[in-house]
């Protein structure tokens, strides 16, 4: 009897390996272009949300002749201080506008360092601590 010989259509175990190492490749190229466009997209949103608190305490100055105090800080915007019954008129903000993207809430500070005769806002970052680089970068109120 005769053996005829099949010829098989098939990859090399080396060509799945070329090709799952160019694909891990060009997927870690992606990934960390993904992921530094999400950090700055997040920096941009606590910008944004600076300029609503800003807004607020605007408002706030406006209808109550004072900025926030410092030893309360933001709660003010949510909830009526006592001293101001009948100049404060509404919730300025909501709750959840006091936090930044990290979910880590906004510094206050009513005698602003950065902005002199005004305030500060701060956020720190996706560490959530003073100082840092990159996403972990403070981000002021202009």
């Keep these: ?16 390996l070329v090709v799952i190492l160019i694909i891990s490749l060009i997927a ?3 990934s960390r272009r993904v992921f530094t466009g999400l950090g700055k997209a997040k920096r941009d949103i606590a910008k944004a949300k600076m300029a609503n608190i800003e807004s607020a305490i605007g408002m706030f100055y406006l209808d109550c002749g004072r900025y926030p105090d ?8 949510i909830e009526m201080p006592a001293d ?10 909501k709750q959840s506008e006091l936090f930044d ?6 510094i206050y500070i009513e005698e602003g360092v950065v902005n002199p005769g005004s305030f500060d806002l701060i956020s720190y970052g996706a560490d959530g601590m003073e100082g840092g680089e990159g996403d972990d970068e403070d981000i002021y109120n202009d």
Aim: glycine fraction near 4%.
């Design 101 to 106: 993207p990290w979910d880590n809430p906004y």
């Design 70 to 77: 410092e030893s309360q800080g933001l709660s003010e915007l």
């Design 28 to 30: 870690t190229v992606i």
């Design 84 to 93: 101001l019954e009948g100049k404060w008129r509404e919730p300025y903000l």
């Design 1 to 16: 009897m005769k053996r005829m010989k099949r010829k098989e259509k098939a990859f090399t175990l080396v060509e799945l």
